[in-house]
């Protein structure tokens, strides 16, 4: 299957505190520099559990840009979209027990426009994933309008993850819900504060409720999470989670999610 990704590609700096902050003065970490952003996060996923991806966005024509891309191509993912501006950044801050905190510049990203879209990227596409990131700003919101436009007329089903309380709040939770709601997705990632603020779920939507360690509720059919020997690193499992039930189901949606807690960074 043609699984395509529309979102954020980031470059991430992921810190792993070794313990609490020393405020001005210095804290052990071990710092990772890696690839990110919710919509490459499930592309690269997918790819790594067999299907064909394909990642579509406004990346950086500076450095952050370059890397991150050549790293997503590394990883079995088709980059495509325009180039120019400042790629965006994320510093991913992640606590002894796994739990993290984002401080997040979303760059360029924002940027894309609904002309520089090209229909063939979603030729023969069998599941459009669209970050709700896409659907909060100006023009990049137009800009999912088209695709999702154009991946529904190529017959493909459409997921939305609705990504991040707090972008919801701040970009009107009410219009963003409208919207949610106007593209028809059939199936809607959520977790539990996601679904407050939204007012989910929706009716004829396939609801998955991420609930961490708490495990998954797959549209009422619900999951314990895998039992792993240590948790490293949170970032990036709901993401994993999305592309395993997007490839394979909720069996395969909770071995990618154990997976990711696993390791440092959002990627495979």
Known sequence: ?????????????????????AVGADTDAEI?????GQ???VAAWAASLGASTRFIGRTGDDDAGSIARTRLGDLGVDVVGP?????????????????R???????????????????????????????GYALMREPVRSAARRVVEI??????????????????????????RELVI???????????????????PFSGVTWILKRGAGGCSFDGDERQALPVERVVDSTGAGDALAAGWIVGGPDLALEAASRCVQQLGAMP
């Open 32 to 36: 990772v520099l890696a690839p990110g």
């Open 182 to 200: 106007e593209l028809e997705p059939d199936v809607v990632f959520a977790n539990e504060d996601e679904e407050r603020i939204a007012r989910g």
């Open 83 to 99: 180039v120019g501006g400042g790629n965006g950044l994320i510093c991913s801050l992640v606590s002894p027990d796994g739990a």
């Open 1 to 21: 299957m043609l699984v395509c990704s529309l979102g954020d590609l980031t470059l991430d700096v992921v810190v792993r505190l070794a313990g609490p902050i």
């Open 101 to 131: 905190s984002m401080a997040a510049d979303r760059g360029t990203a924002v940027e894309l426009r609904p002309d520089e879209i090209d229909p063939a990227w979603l030729e023969e596409c069998d599941h459009l994933f669209v970050s």
């Open 151 to 176: 991946a529904r007329g190529a017959g493909a089903r459409v997921s939305i993850d609705l990504a991040s309380w707090s972008g919801i709040r701040d970009s009107g939770a009410e219009a963003f």
């Open 39 to 41: 919509a490459a996060n």
